[in-house]
């Protein structure tokens, strides 16, 4: 379902790099919680990988730390993804 409503969201023009009240990116977003597909469709639509949210944290870095309380494998394809992209 979210995949589908970025697309819709992307399609319409939004900015794949925009923030919240946080400096958080949907890409910090999607990648802290392990959605892959949303990852993926996002740094193919440029966001951009190394941006730093208010906390000084990137999305890798973020999911770096979702990960040392979850141990989810969804969040380790992210950080993959991520470094492969060229996240710092």
């Known amino acids: 379902m979210y995949l589908e409503v970025i697309k819709l969201l992307l399609k319409a023009g939004a900015d794949v790099n925009s923030v919240d009240e946080n400096g958080v990116t949907i890409l910090m977003h999607a990648s802290a919680v392990g959605n892959l597909d949303v ?24 999911a770096q730390k ?10 380790s394809k992210c950080i993959e993804v991520l470094k492969k992209a060229g996240a710092k």
């Open 66 to 75: 979702m990960l040392e309380g979850v141990r989810d494998r969804r969040i």
């Open 39 to 62: 990852v993926k469709m996002l740094i193919k639509n440029g966001a951009n990988v190394n941006a730093r949210a208010k906390n000084g944290l990137t999305a890798l870095e973020g």
